[in-house]
């Protein structure tokens, strides 16, 4: 896997700009034609992705984005730690039959598009209620 380092001064630097730092370098690289970040590591608040319970938080995210295609791995200040994969080998997913919708109080639903009789509005027939967990996943 090919190693980068940033080194940023300036602006403080949180997972939000060092991420957007590490996409910018990965959309840049000649080796990668669709980059895709699959694992990182936000050392300072001992975070990653995947998270993976019972995993070292150290090491884990690694063995992940390295087994799971990993081509370029981007360190930003020793801070934050990002593994990027090439995804244009996989074929696009199409459109999918689900969409997130939510309601006039703010509530997040999935629902299948086919079953709603207005597209702008969830049914009960249609859609189920996401939660603050279960959003996350959609």
Sequence with gaps: MKESHINYSGMNLDYKRASGLAVSLADNDADLIDPVMVAWHDKKSSRMSPVIEGGDVNTRWHDYGASHGGKLEVDINGEYDFIFADSSAFEPYGPSPFINLHDNRGNEYLCQ??????????????????????????
């Excluded at 598009?113 to 996943?137: F, G, M, Q, Y």
């Design 113 to 138: 598009i086919n079953a709603l009789r207005d597209p702008h509005n969830p049914s009960k027939e249609a859609c189920v209620v996401l939660d603050d967990w279960t959003s996350k996943l959609t």
